[in-house]
Structures are given as C-alpha cells and as structure tokens.
C-alpha cells in the first residue's frame, strides 16, 4: 500500500513540474502515443525567443496536447532539445525535454519549424545574441532583427506525423554528437514552461478522449496567450505576408465617401467613352438656334412688306379694267407678300393710268 501511494506522489510531482527531467523508468505506459498535430507556427514575437514544439504529455488517465510556444533561453547559448516518447520493453515511455549547449537526441520525431528529426536549424547563437532563420520560423522582420536566411536546411522528406521512437514508430538511433550532447549539463524545463504544461492539462479541451487528435489550442505566441487560428497558408505565404509593410493610421472610408467616389468615377467613365455624342447634341443645338434665328429674321421681314399692301389697295383702279383681274391682283399680292407683286403691281397700274388719262 505504501509503495503504490508513492508511486502515485512520484507521478502526481511528475506532472506538476517538481522533477527536472522525466524519464522512460518514471512513466511508462501501454497505450502508443497520438500522431502529431498538424499546426501554422504564429509569429515569433521578438528578439531572442525559441521555438518549443507542440507535443503529446500524458495525465493521470489520458493524453493531452501542450501547445507549441515561443519561450526566451534560460541563458544565453542554450538550445532546447525536445522530449519524445519510446516504445521499450512493450511500453511506451517518456523522455524529458532540456536545455543545453547542444542539441541532443530527440528520438528522430520530426516536430517541424527546425527540429526535423535530427539536429536543429531554426536559428543559432552569436556572440550572446540568438538569430532566427527566416526560411524556417515565422518571423515578422520589423519587429525581429537578429535573423538570417539558409534555405540549404530545408531538406525534400517524407513527412509523417509519428509522434514515437520504436518498434512501430520511428527506427532511430542517436548520433556520437547527440550521444555527447546528453552526457553536457542541462538545464530542465523553465518556471514559464512548467506553468505551460500545467494550464493544458487542466483544460478539458485538450484531452485527446476529447478532441480526438485536434486540440482547441494548437500553438500559441506566448505562455497564457490564447491559441493561434490554424490557417491553411503555406509557411512561404505566410512569411510574405509578414514581411508586408503594414497601413498605419490610414482613415477609414465610411459608406457615403464610397457612393460619392463611385458615382464621380462612373461619370468620369461616361464623359471620356462618349465623347462623340456631346459633340452631336452641341452641334445639333447649334443648328436649332440658327434656324430658329433665320425664321425670325423673316417674320420681321413680313410686315414690311406688309406696309405696302394699303398703298397698293389705295390706287385708283384703271379705267376699263375687268373687276375680277383687279380682285385676282389684289388677292395675288396678299398671298405672296414675299414675291413683291403689291410693288410690281403697282408699276404696272400706274403705266396703265398713265396709258389711259386723257390727253
């Protein structure tokens, strides 16, 4: 009885964080870990901040994700080596992550964003300051400035998800350097790390009974942060877009602007595509106004001529003249004014009078 109590002490402070590394001998199980979760890294929130891959830990009675997350090195010149689960002996075991000078063996889990299985190439150290390779993370450049670019890193693999070292899992062995990079000091998980893991698993969501291998909370920028939306960009996309300038202080448009912006434009359109059509309604107009001007100009002219018409009618007939000649005349020169018969007729009475008066 007492030995089963500490044994549950034993795993109770293991996953409350109270022991610096866990190991294959400290936690063992039957049940195969599951696959990896597939994720976009967010964006690295600034200088000097590491990558530490998402990953499955095991709870009392369950797995549970604990999200990817960017955390700062314990001290300057320290890397983080993953943790990775193991099938030995018919179980599956845990071996703790830590940091060090150098990257250890991780169990060949290719966890992405650098850790590809062996080694790591997400960025390196310089002289106290860590430089991020932007062909691998996610890093906005305006605000991250200790970077660089080596896309030789990026390696043409079969990528899989398996999130175990083992029979069944993935066939790996370490390295003489990663073999070495064990035997260095370590440093265990950070104060911030620990309260990561905490916080997932006390949330419900994360319990892979629950979410069934897709976690509410996938990655997150910083620890407490809430989870990052998984977006479907390729990390290229998602690198230019980071890289974009943004809009600062640029106004917004309200509805009114854009009616009016849309309505100028669209007569704007209007007035260069037809430029034939107003020339034809100017010229057009023109030639109204010119013949309205010419009718004037004739029914002014009317009534001078007009004006004869009384000297015309007021002549003495001549003598021996048929009546109805005279009227045929008189009628002639009423109905055709613009003739000027009234004139010409008269001519002609005053020849004849002239004619006719007695000697």
Same mark, same amino acid.
């Given at each position: 009885?007492?030995?089963? =109590? ?24 039957? =049940? ?77 889990? &290719? ?12 960025? #390196? ?28 890193? =990026? ?75 998984? #977006? ?6 998602? #690198?230019?877009?980071? &890289?974009?300038? @943004? ?27 037809? $430029?034939? %059509? ?19 100009? %004739? ?6 001529? #007009?004006?004869? %018409? ?5 002549? $003495? ?37 002239? @004619?006719?008066?007695?000697?």
């Amino acid at each position: 009885m007492l030995k089963f =109590i500490r044994v549950r002490f034993i795993l109770l402070a293991l996953l409350l964080g109270m022991t610096p590394l866990l190991s294959s001998a400290q936690i063992s199980i039957t =049940i195969a870990p599951p696959a990896l979760v597939a994720y976009d890294q967010p964006l690295c929130p600034g200088d000097g901040y590491i990558w530490v891959p998402g990953y499955w830990a095991y709870g009392e009675d369950d797995y549970y994700w604990v999200p990817g997350v960017w955390v700062l090195a314990p001290q300057p010149g320290y890397l983080w080596t993953p943790g990775y689960w193991g099938f030995e002996g018919g179980n599956y075991g845990w071996h703790a992550g830590y940091w060090g000078r150098h990257i250890g063996f991780y169990g060949g889990v &290719n966890y992405g964003f650098g850790y590809f299985g062996s080694g790591f190439v997400g960025g #390196r150290w310089e002289g106290g300051r860590f430089l991020c390779n932007t062909a691998v993370w996610h890093v906005n450049t305006t605000v991250v400035h200790n970077t660089y670019v080596d896309r030789t890193v =990026i390696k043409n693999v079969t990528v899989n998800r398996v999130s175990f070292n083992g029979a069944g899992g993935i066939e790996a062995r370490p390295t003489a350097e990663e073999e070495a990079a064990a035997r260095e000091q370590h440093i265990e998980a950070t104060q911030e790390q620990r309260d990561h893991r905490e916080a997932a698993i006390h949330d419900n969501n994360q319990r892979f009974s629950v979410n069934k291998g897709n976690p509410t909370k996938t990655a997150v920028t910083k620890v407490g942060a809430s989870g990052e939306v998984n #977006r479907a960009a390729t990390p290229g996309e998602e #690198r230019k877009e980071a &890289n974009k300038p @943004e809009e600062v202080n640029k106004p917004e448009t309200t509805k009114e602007e854009n009616v009016n912006k849309e309505k100028t434009t669209k007569e704007e359109t209007t007035k260069g595509t037809e $430029p034939a %059509k107003g020339r034809e309604e100017t010229t057009k107009q023109n030639e109204q106004q010119k013949t309205r001007g010419e009718v004037k100009g %004739k029914g002014a002219a009317t009534p001078e001529r #007009r004006e004869e %018409k009384p000297k015309a009618e007021g002549q $003495p007939k001549a003598e021996g003249q048929p009546k109805g000649e005279a009227q045929k005349e008189h009628h002639e020169g009423g109905a055709k004014p613009a003739e000027q018969k009234p004139t010409d007729e008269k001519g002609k009475g005053e020849k004849k009078e002239k @004619e006719q008066k007695p000697q």
